[in-house]
């Protein structure tokens, strides 16, 4: 099993900057890829951005401006989000996926961006 924290949500203006962090904990050696998933209301949740130990996937949205990280020595993933734009508003889930496939998921962290 793998426990994880998400933390660094907020509301901030268009063109504004956010880093949403999520440490992981549990079964961290069983982890493979680490991501970032969104879900606006009314909407299906979509991806955002994963990495694994050798590449980074972004969506289309959100290339150029959010950046995903990952600190191996704190277990933890990032999220850099830049020049954030009022359509970027949703709810923010972490994701990781082990070796045998499972995936899991943090709480969600709440962003918001005013025009």
């Known amino acids: 099993q793998v426990q994880l924290m998400e933390s660094g949500g907020g509301l901030v203006q268009a063109g504004g900057s956010l880093r949403l962090s999520c440490a992981a904990s549990?079964?961290?050696?069983?982890?493979?890829?680490m991501g970032w998933y969104r879900q606006a209301p009314g909407k299906q949740r979509e991806l955002v951005a994963t990495i694994t130990s050798g590449s980074t996937n972004y969506a289309d949205s959100v290339k150029g401006r959010f950046t995903i990280s990952r600190d191996n020595a704190k277990n933890t993933v990032y999220l850099q989000m830049n020049s954030l734009k009022p359509e970027d508003t949703a709810d923010y889930y972490c994701?990781?996926?082990?070796?045998?496939?499972?995936?899991?998921w943090g709480q969600g962290t709440q962003v918001t961006v005013s025009s």
């Open positions: 994701n990781v996926m082990n070796r045998f496939g499972v995936t899991f």
């Open positions: 549990g079964d961290i050696r069983s982890i493979n890829a």
